[in-house]
């Protein structure tokens, strides 16, 4: 099993930047890809970017492509969310999550096997 914790989340303008990480526990952190997913008010929860178990494969949604940053290192059992040029409906709990089993790289929420317990994140106008 592993365990997540999410860091870094708060207030920021419109256009500003936040870092999000991700600390997991145990020894295999680098067995299990691993995923940002976010949920805004009323809004089902969203995938945002995956990472393989090596970090060399990563995927964006297209509303955060280009802006979003997803990196880990497996050394230090983390997993980084980068946010730059935030907008206001960006605005939500972004989660970690994280899966075992052969995918190099999944987007759908029910493949993830481990999630953290949220971090918020509002952009104002």
């Known amino acids: 099993q592993v365990q997540l914790v999410e860091s870094g989340g708060g207030l920021v303008q419109a256009e500003g930047s936040l870092r999000l990480s991700c600390a997991a526990s145990?020894?295999?952190?680098?067995?299990?890809?691993m995923g940002w997913f976010r949920q805004a008010p009323g809004k089902e929860r969203e995938w945002v970017a995956a990472i393989s178990r090596s970090g060399s494969i990563t995927y964006y949604a297209d509303s955060v492509k280009g802006r979003f940053t997803i990196s880990r290192d497996n050394a230090k059992n983390t997993v980084s969310l980068q946010m730059n040029s935030l907008k206001p409906e960006d605005t939500a709990v972004y989660y970690c999550?994280?899966?075992?089993?052969?995918?190099?790289?999944?987007?759908?929420?029910?493949?993830?096997?481990?999630w953290g317990q949220g971090t918020q994140v509002t952009v104002s106008s």
């Open positions: 145990g020894h295999t952190f680098s067995s299990y890809g």
């Open positions: 999550a994280a899966y075992e089993g052969r995918r190099v790289v999944t987007t759908t929420a029910t493949n993830y096997d481990y």
